[in-house]
């Protein structure tokens, strides 16, 4: 009698094991974070696509049409200007993406190249790196932005103005790129020391690890190294510092328009347009409502994503 020899069971490949697999598994279990991401995509569409679906121009006034409440013609009402708050208030997301978003990459850069030089390289690079660090992080951040705004805001001007009776191009007479040029290198110049200092606490654990040394064993450049081996592997908690950074030049950038140093009408701003409801809200209580609330949903969410990243990327730290 013959016997039927059983066939061993066809091994299952695993999937590889990824650390953004995981992380994205375990942020999609927070819902928190998820409606934060939810927002954050709804507001970068708004700021897209937002202006050219209002049904008014940001711009266009009607004085018989002045402070109305909530409508539906008018969602957000009407400010003093017969201005619709609507249009106005998604125009201001445009204008508090590009600010987020520009000044963050900038801040970002400075940041990761200064960390890394001064964690990689070791003194004197770090003692002059920290150093600017502490000296740029002591000085009062509305203090920095009123010196630079009053400072260079009068001859970029005249600048501009000379360029015009030259040239007679009407890109010269838009003020309005003044006011981002400024805003953008003011709250860079603000914003950078925290990713150096974070950069620098990742580098400085990273280049002691045997993948380094191998590296440096092989002969590689410094900077491959930097480039290729030590920035990759500090992605994690910076990616966290950026999703908070990008909330955080958001309420700094309406801060300072709302004290008339930061974008200045008439290009729309949560900041002024906060600034201009808080003197009638007892009136019109509208224009305040408005894009406080947005602004005040924009920093929320953004913080519950932070949280959220913080979770998924640092789960040891977490627990």
Do not use: C
């Not at 066809?10 to 934060?36: C, H, M, Q, T």
């Not at 018989?64 to 409508?71: D, F, I, K, L, W």
């Not at 705004?149 to 309005?176: C, D, G």
């Not at 008439?266 to 808080?278: A, F, K, Q, R």
């Amino acid at each position: 009698m013959s016997t039927v020899q059983a066939q061993p069971a066809p091994l299952v490949e695993e999937a590889p094991v990824s650390l953004w697999r995981d992380a994205w598994y375990r942020l999609k279990r927070n819902r928190l974070a998820i409606f934060g991401l939810g927002v954050i995509i709804l507001l970068a569409f708004v700021a897209l696509f937002g202006p050219y679906l209002t049904p008014y121009d940001f711009l266009s006034q009607d004085l018989e049409a002045r402070n109305q409440a909530p409508s539906l013609a008018h969602l957000f009402g009407t400010d003093d200007l017969g201005r619709d708050v609507f249009s106005r208030v998604v125009y201001g997301t445009r204008t508090a993406f590009v600010v987020a978003v520009v000044v963050t990459a900038i801040a970002l850069v400075i940041g990761t190249v200064l960390g890394a030089v001064a964690g990689f390289f070791g003194n004197p690079f770090d003692r002059v790196i920290m150093w600017l660090t502490d000296v740029t992080m002591s000085v009062p951040n509305l203090l920095l932005v009123v010196v630079i705004n009053a400072s260079l805001k009068t001859p970029i001007a005249q600048w501009m103005e000379a360029r015009y009776l030259e040239t007679l191009n009407p890109f010269y007479r838009e003020t309005v790129w003044i006011d981002f040029l400024l805003v953008f290198g003011s709250m860079a110049l603000i914003s950078w020391p925290p990713y150096a200092r974070l950069v620098r606490a990742q580098v400085l654990s990273i280049r002691s690890r045997p993948y380094i040394t191998a590296a440096q064993a092989l002969g590689l450049s410094n900077r491959i190294i930097l480039m290729r081996y030590v920035i990759p592997n500090a992605l994690g908690p910076l990616i966290v510092a950026v999703s908070a950074g990008l909330g955080t030049a958001m309420v700094l950038e309406s801060a300072f328009s709302f004290l008339g140093v930061g974008v200045n009408p008439p290009t729309p701003s949560w900041g002024n347009m906060i600034s201009d409801g808080l003197r009638v809200w007892q009136h019109y209580p509208h224009l305040l409502a408005a894009p406080a609330a947005v602004l005040g949903l924009a920093s929320v969410a953004f913080s519950f994503l932070g949280d959220g990243l913080n979770d998924a990327l640092n789960p040891r730290g977490s627990k």
